[in-house]
């Protein structure tokens, strides 16, 4: 998925909780934002996030503006930003959240706006992706397969799972830094999607060949 870079470009919160020039960047775990302005701004947020581009005008555009429902206090402009790789963030200019376990170009945590960041050690677990508890059994396999040490999070808790339903769930993948890049090429070569050619190809083959 790629990223969203979300911008607070005026505010008049009223429990006074943005200001104006405040970033959030979101990537596969939700920004510290209020319930009420998250909702609004979600389907756009997701649909850039899997290569989307929104009506603006007479044109098409990888971003959107949106305002707070309540009152329209607070105005937001979000727009997709290139994602980072092990690969983009080596050289020292990482840095590390031991709150949230994520890596990040930044001076201040993304999610929970931390600054007491620093750069990550070999040892360090890292957020590597969420999945689907349908997925995540997979992908425990593949990660014991490789010899790579990781722990998973649940989202929902066992209680609120059995509640709506355990397939709900999902599951959030942290593995050390040392093994970061060869998970993550595990997890998009076990996770890419299926060319639309070779899809079409099969439903088009003739059973009787």
Known sequence: MKKVRLIITDSQCRSGYFHKGQEFIVDDLCPPLCHE??????????????????DCGDTKSKSFDAVCPDGSRVSIHGEVIEPETPDSMSGGEAMYCENCCILFNENRCPVCGSRKVRMPEPDDYCFLTEKEMIWA???????????????????????????????????RFYVPYSNLQEADELVEALFAPVPEEETEGEEEADPEE
């Open 137 to 171: 059994g997979m992908l425990e396999d593949v990660l014991k397969q490789n010899n790579i040490p990781f722990f998973t999070k649940q989202m929902l808790g066992a209680g609120l799972a059995l509640k709506i339903g355990p397939m709900s769930e999902r599951c």
């Open 37 to 54: 302005l998250w909702n609004v701004i979600y389907p756009y947020v997701f649909a850039l996030q899997n290569g989307a581009e929104l």
